[in-house]
């Protein structure tokens, strides 16, 4: 493999045994630029078009071009699907309307009343909301584990066990789970699937490490530009992916032409973004490392990072999200997220824009206080979305933002 400016191996082929023989020497770059996006072939455009039709006309009963109803098939959402599931080198994808589509499609399309999830403790909120709150109305448990922990993960696995649910790097606190690892414990008949939205098909491929599924939110770095919503589901596993475009068409979670179109152009340029994302963050975390109003930075990394060496292992990088304390406590964390002027106080991450919030009310407003305070996420915890303005700028907005808050909430005043 071919490294990248800071060493990293290159991803740059499919999945073994794929049968797109050319394309495997095609770099991650090329694939996002290339793949499902041949010019139009009944007009030549370059770029693929944005198929705005709910439906298509037919040559005769049952006779028509591969497509008949847009929540069945669109062709901008198919060359989406491919192009997706190339960077992931995965047979397959289904796109859906949001992240959370995609959650849903990637577990309800095959659980059953009476199965059982095992999931990352430390998850996005909003698949805890969906795994603690509304999957229990349809006779589906989950129990929350501590899965960098794989002797309490083993333990929570039971017979009617089917789905193990693995975010990594986890959110908020970027811990590193070992997908090769948590594969390994499944029993016949159980699905890993790994939420990647973090870390990008750019540094991690979960199906590689052994995981079944991989699912993203692709208004995240794969849209990159904070305007679309979206997700993507990925297996190689003909039947499941089966039981996904089914359940995508039963169901019709579907994105819509223009939202398909957006995430196909923000993705081309996935590589580069990453890059930028990823020494930014850099920059930022060993900025933060070295003030004294932070107690902790988490960022996979930095050498002190307590799962660096295992990010090192099953990442090619470290990705663009940093969280930390603020050593003077909540007062100070927010007074410090709302003294930023380039960090953009809001919900979300993976843009070109810089993004500050608070997850103890913002992405975590949905999981209970108690369980919050269990999972380490207190209300001294901020969490950065590390954008790609020039990395000066960012550290000058964050020195000024901390050197306000130590004024406004007087806890340095010596200073
Ligand atoms: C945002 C996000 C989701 C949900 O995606 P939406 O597009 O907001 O529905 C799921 N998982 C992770 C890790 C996310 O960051």
Redesign the pocket.
């Given at each position: 493999m071919p490294n990248d400016a800071f060493g990293h191996p290159q991803p740059n082929s499919r999945t073994e045994g794929a049968p797109e023989a050319a394309v495997a020497t095609r770099g991650f770059a090329t694939r996002a630029i290339r793949t499902g996006q041949d010019p139009d072939r009944t007009t030549g455009a370059t770029i693929v078009p944005v198929y705005q039709t709910a439906t298509f006309t037919q040559d005769a009963v049952g006779v028509h071009k591969g497509f008949d109803y847009s929540r069945s098939g669109n062709p901008t959402r198919s060359a989406l699907e491919a192009q997706l599931a190339d960077l992931e080198s995965a047979k397959f994808a289904v796109a859906y309307g949001?992240?959370?589509?995609a959650?849903n499609g990637a577990s309800f399309s095959f659980l059953r009343a009476g199965d059982h999830i095992v999931a990352t403790k430390d998850l996005?909120g909003?698949?805890h909301r969906l795994f603690a709150n509304v999957f229990p109305r349809y006779g589906i448990t989950t129990t929350f584990v501590e899965m960098c922990d794989l002797e309490e993960t083993r333990a929570a696995i039971r017979d009617n066990t089917k789905l193990i649910w693995v975010?990594t790097p986890t959110?908020p606190l970027l811990k590193i789970i070992d997908i090769a690892a948590i594969a390994a414990l499944k029993r016949p008949g159980q699905i890993v699937a790994v939420?990647n939205?973090?870390a990008t098909p750019y540094w991690q491929n979960p199906l590689a490490l052994g995981a079944d599924v991989v699912m993203h939110?692709t208004?995240?770095y794969l849209g990159g530009h904070s305007d679309v919503?979206?997700?993507v589901v990925m297996t190689n596993d003909a039947d499941l992916h089966q039981q996904f475009a089914y359940q995508q068409n039963a169901v019709g979670a579907v994105p819509g032409p223009w939202d398909a179109y957006l995430v196909i152009r923000g993705s081309k340029t996935l590589a580069l973004r990453m890059r930028e994302h990823e020494r930014n963050a850099h920059a930022v975390a060993a900025f933060l490392e070295s003030r004294d109003d932070v107690s902790v930075v988490y960022y996979p990394g930095l050498a002190s990072h307590q799962h660096h060496e295992l990010a090192k292992k099953q990442m090619r990088g470290f990705g663009g999200i940093v969280s930390f304390r603020h050593r003077a406590g909540a007062d100070a964390a927010l007074a410090f997220a709302k003294s930023t002027e380039l960090f953009n106080l809001a919900t979300?991450?993976g843009g070109v824009e810089s993004l500050v919030c608070s997850p103890w009310t913002m992405t975590h407003g949905s999981v209970p206080p108690e369980q919050k305070i269990a999972l380490g996420i207190g209300q001294d915890l901020v969490r950065l979305s590390v954008g790609i303005e020039d990395a000066p700028d960012l550290i000058a907005d964050l020195t000024q933002a901390l050197d306000r808050a130590r004024v406004s909430t007087k806890v340095f005043a010596s200073v």
């Open positions: 949001s992240g959370m589509a959650a996005y909003g698949t975010e959110n939420d939205t973090f939110s208004t995240k919503i979206g997700g979300s991450l």
